[in-house]
């Protein structure tokens, strides 16, 4: 039977690839970093992965939870028309980063291109970037999200994160909340319901994967 999944290369970011990360950064939250940033964390910043997906062949038609704002909808971007009526075809689809010092890995950032949201590459990048913690052993990992982003707040307790705490006021933008989240143990059991998700996701997209092993292999020696 014919493969109908949608195919994704997952794989490290690059230089080349800090335009097209700034414009899905500037898509995905109201205080992109600067594009010097994205040049640290992949230059200097021995601490840092980031990681980008890029999807093979056409993007969807329209995405399931994807609702451009008003200033995506006026720049032609979020509804896959440029505006002249064109598809605009996202050469990345997401990206996503993290640093690891002493046993702590801490998510720095995650976004999906708005026309590929609710199609499980979100959880693709998270599981990797979970994945890639386990493989460097780490203890935990950790992250920061907006008390109001209840999406991104269910992708992360789906994959066991728990809020440990509140940082008051953290967004500069709008003085919000965050709540900190954590995976406190990755031991045996998040193993293998971390293998258990990677199998699930495999269901869904096939990942060419120019980083680690494919989701649909134990992704972890037991
Ligand atoms: C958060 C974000 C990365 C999720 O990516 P996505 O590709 O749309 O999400 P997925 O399709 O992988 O969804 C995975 C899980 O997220 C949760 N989720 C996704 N869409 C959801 C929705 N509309 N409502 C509630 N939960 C949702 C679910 O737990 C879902 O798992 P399920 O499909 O088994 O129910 C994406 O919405 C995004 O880029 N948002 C803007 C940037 C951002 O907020 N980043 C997080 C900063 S902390």
Redesign the pocket.
Known sequence: MADTRPQVILREMTLDDIDQVFNLDR???PTPWPIRTYRYEIEDNEHSCMFVLEPVGEPPVR????SPRWWERLLGLGNGSNGNGHHATPFLS?Y?GMWHIADEAH?S??????E???????????WSMIRQAMLQQAAQVT????VS??????????YGFEVMGLRKGYYRDNGEDAYMMAVMRLDEAYRARLNGFGR?LAQDIHVIDRWWGQPSEEPLPG
């Open positions: 898509m995905s939250f995405a399931k939870t994807a997401g996503s998510v950032t995650i976004a999906v291109h708005p590929w949201r609710g199609r499980k590459l979100g959880e693709l990048l998270l992250l920061e999200v907006r982003n209840s999406l991104a707040q269910g992708l992360y307790r789906k699930a």
